[in-house]
């Protein structure tokens, strides 16, 4: 099976990439620099004349693309790919509309509150089905949640570097969105790629859409105890509403209340019934463990924003001044 990765080099791609070689996938991987798995196409995906001289020759059976966000990525796609068996869109669980229900199902509504990530995955995926009804275009789509690797922290709000870690160094508050009992489902990206490798190639898949993720529910305030522990430190946590996130910085209480801010909860049936034997293994404690781990062993590796911890020093001072935390 010839496999093509359209980018390919990031967090969730570089462990799928990796297994795929291991199980002898003929991969390969189109990004603007090498990607040191598999093959590698050197292009420009958002340039046409280098995206043209990047194909030229090139045929392949599968085409995963981990890089459209809007529709003009996908008619690209459709144009270079109707040839494919199988076209793979990396989609995300921030389509459905919120609040959304428990467990969520692959059929539930879609939506978004005017976040343009949200809006442009929307978007990609309605293309991809009425390009299915026109023409049988032959695509599979995949939501994941909040996914990382050992090169990630992942956060309600602190981003996904050190930044958390060296808040908790300088002895700031966390900040936790809400009262931090939203559920959530963080997925380790080796336990992705198990998944994602059995969908490829496989004619069951196509036409469908899937969840990837965990089945292991944290809630917020579990899932930041438990970086904060693992990092060596005692957190001392500040909930403050998404809502008045969002008035002090609305790029971030957009996303939160696009996503985070409420309790995501995935029914992983129909992937597990095509892909046998698949289930996540890899705990958050476990995964975060690894990531310590990474992190912890090359000081410069510890890259953090202070533009982040500014921000959230400004959102805890301006809830305090409002009388709502101590």
Not at 54 to 65: I, K, Q, S
Not at 281 to 296: T, V
Not at 305 to 326: N, P
Request: aromatic residues 10%; negative net charge.
């Amino acid at each position: 099976m010839r496999v093509l990765f359209v980018g390919g080099t990031g967090n969730i791609s570089g462990p799928a990439a990796r297994l795929l070689v291991a199980q002898d996938v003929e991969l390969t991987v189109l990004s603007r620099g090498g990607s040191g798995v598999g093959r590698s196409l050197r292009g420009d995906v958002r340039d046409a004349p280098s995206l043209a001289a990047a194909l030229a020759g090139e045929r392949f059976d599968v085409v995963v693309d981990w890089i459209a966000f809007t529709p003009e990525h996908v008619e690209t796609a459709l144009e270079l790919f109707e040839d494919v068996s199988q076209y793979v869109f990396i989609s995300s669980v921030v389509v459905y509309a919120k609040p959304p229900p428990f467990p969520l199902v692959e059929t539930a509504q879609l939506g978004s509150l005017g976040w343009p990530y949200a809006d442009g995955k929307i978007a990609c995926e309605e293309r991809l089905r009425r390009a299915r009804d026109e023409t049988g275009f032959p695509f599979t789509i995949v939501r994941p949640s909040y996914t990382y690797g050992e090169t990630r922290i992942p956060t309600a709000v602190d981003g996904v570097d050190f930044t958390i870690v060296e808040r908790l160094r300088r002895g700031k508050k966390l900040v936790v969105p809400g009262d931090g009992t939203a559920l959530w489902t963080m997925t380790h990206a080796d336990d992705f790629a198990v998944a994602l490798a059995g969908l490829l190639g496989n004619a069951e898949a196509v036409g469908e859409t899937f969840h990837i993720t965990s089945d292991e529910v944290l809630s917020w305030n579990e899932l930041t105890e438990t970086v904060a522990t693992l990092a060596g430190f005692e957190p001392e946590l500040v909930h403050i509403p998404s809502d008045f996130i969002a008035q002090i910085d609305p790029d971030l209480g957009r996303e939160l209340l696009n996503d985070r801010a409420h309790s995501q909860v995935f029914d992983n049936s129909k992937v597990k019934e095509l892909v046998p034997g698949f289930e996540a293994k890899i705990s958050f404690a476990e995964g975060i463990g690894r990531s310590l781990e990474w992190f912890g062993a090359d000081p410069t590796r510890q890259g953090f924003s202070d533009a982040r911890i500014e921000l959230l020093d400004r959102i805890v001072s301006a809830y305090q001044a409002v009388g709502f935390a101590s």
